[in-house]
């Protein structure tokens, strides 16, 4: 194997959502990471759905592409 390849793995901590601090092994540079998602928010495993307001979107688009009337 050729030396200086591959970057150092080392231990770093990453913090939860939630607050819990867990030591995950990592080639990041930083000694800490702070995670926005985990099992306590994220709508896979809490069952809750997100609905994102697709209403403005929808609306932007017939003006745009709506046939104009004569």
Known sequence: MKKDLHPEYKLIDVRLADGTVVKMRSTMDTETYVSE????NHPFYTGRRQYVDTAGRVEKFNRRYAKKEK
Do not use: H
Request: charged fraction near 50%; glycine fraction near 0%.
């Open 37 to 40: 998602v985990d099992k306590t």
